[in-house]
């Protein structure tokens, strides 16, 4: 990594010797402006201590080098490289890690200049002998650094990939196997107790080559995590039936429904910002893999019914249809239900009127202005209907049946 070490004369190796043994100034001096730099202000004290011995480190060892004249050992350079390796798993960025270095050789040429800043001879040889040696030593260290975190991240990159695979298939394939969907989450340093959320993204992947999609998949995982203020390190992301699932974790204490509301506002603003996406569905926050599964399931459910003009919202919530759905899982409930849509269309108007009924929020006099009928015929209908079915309009019970009933019918062709 380093050419010739340069010589130097006595008087000047008196000098940087003194500053060797006790290095600490300029290396306080690097540490307190790294941690003004971006990627390193949020590290937890641990990761700093971390950081503030290999800036030790860096310092003897340039010191080694210049006054005995000696490269590093084998392990000290895999120290640097294993310091490196670190940073990746820490979020430390790689740009990050590279201003240390020019940083380390800013302060230390600093610290050293004052050391010969009285004496002419010893400042030009200083300028001549040692500062091109000096930035030589930083960049090789740079390289070096640079080519163990990229190595790194390239691993880790292969090694989640592995993990994350293990993790799908067992959330879609075996679902009840606990064991594995503990060990797989615990993998990826994240909690396999907490409850979580899916979110299904139609964008047209379907049209992309598998190159082009894992780009967009990652573009649409950073949008996700911006939207809904969530770490990207958070998000479990994996492609399910031609969509991309996004897995956002909840609260213990959080209720359903709160989780459903604060997702829906987040996928609205994301919608606004990617006019690529053509729907996002929302399913139920759930627990364990089988809870994962059913919640993804739920997205993608809520974006089939948008997307076949069930609703014209981009942004669609299982807990929207989850009725109906549930209805329409009961083969005997769901032909009960639609068989009585069916009794009141063998007249067309008072089929009409009820769907009209619904539509207008079971207002009696804007249903009677849509149909473009007399209040009293529009009572007159309602009270055939309730004869017919033998049921009560006012009845929350009937209210309720007819209007699932009217959603199922509605819905049929969406099979």
């Known amino acids: 990594m380093f050419t010739t070490i340069p010589q130097i004369s006595r008087r000047l190796r008196e000098g940087l010797t003194t500053l060797a043994n006790d290095p600490s100034v300029p290396i306080e001096r690097v540490y307190a402006s790294l941690m003004k730099v971006e990627g390193y202000q949020a590290l937890s004290p641990a990761i700093r201590d971390d950081i503030f011995r290999s800036i030790e480190q860096l310092a003897n060892l340039w010191f080694q080098l210049l006054l005995k004249g000696t490269h590093p050992a084998q392990p000290v350079m ?119 959320m899916a979110i299904a993204l139609d964008a047209g992947f379907e049209t992309l080559t598998s190159e082009i999609r894992e780009r967009e998949s990652e573009r649409y995982a950073l949008a996700v995590s911006r939207h809904f203020r969530v770490e990207r390190e958070a998000i479990i992301h994996v492609w399910h039936r031609g969509r991309a699932i996004f897995w956002l974790p909840g609260q213990r204490a959080e209720l359903a429904a709160q989780s459903d509301l604060a997702a829906s506002q987040c996928a609205q603003s994301l919608a606004h910002a990617e006019e690529r996406i053509r729907a996002i569905g929302i399913g139920l926050l759930n627990e364990g893999a089988a809870g994962w599964a059913a919640s993804a399931n739920e997205a993608i459910r809520a974006v089939e019914v948008s997307l076949r003009g069930a609703t014209v919202a981009r942004v669609a919530r299982y807990s929207d249809i989850a009725l109906e759905e549930t209805v329409r899982a009961a083969g005997d409930v769901m032909r009960y239900l639609v068989s009585l849509v069916e009794q009141i269309g063998t007249d067309t108007d008072l089929l009409a009127t009820l769907n009209a ?48 009933a009217l959603k199922l019918t509605h819905g049929a062709g969406r099979e």
Request: no cysteine; net charge negative; hydrophobic share 45%.
């Open 78 to 196: 895999a120290e640097i490289e294993e310091s490196a390796r670190r940073r990746v798993h820490q979020s430390v960025p790689l740009e990050a890690l590279l201003r240390a270095t020019q940083v380390g050789a800013r302060e230390i040429w600093q610290a050293s200049v004052e050391v010969a800043e009285e004496e002419a001879d010893l400042a030009r040889e200083l300028a001549l002998n040692v500062a091109p040696f000096l930035f030589e030593f930083f960049e090789g260290v740079a390289q070096t650094l640079a080519q163990a975190y990229v190595q790194e991240q390239r691993h880790r990159t292969h090694w989640r990939d592995a993990i994350l695979y293990q993790l799908y298939t067992v959330i879609f394939h075996a679902p009840h196997d606990h064991a594995s969907f503990t060990t797989a989450m615990s993998a990826l340093g994240l909690d396999p107790s907490l409850p979580r």
């Open 357 to 404: 009924f619904y539509a207008n929020g079971r207002r009696r006099r804007p249903t009677a202005d849509a149909l473009g009928i007399h209040l009293n015929t529009l009572n007159y209908r309602l009270e055939r209907i309730e004869k017919m079915l033998d049921a009560s309009l006012d009845d929350a019970q009937w209210v309720a049946r007819l209007d699932i």
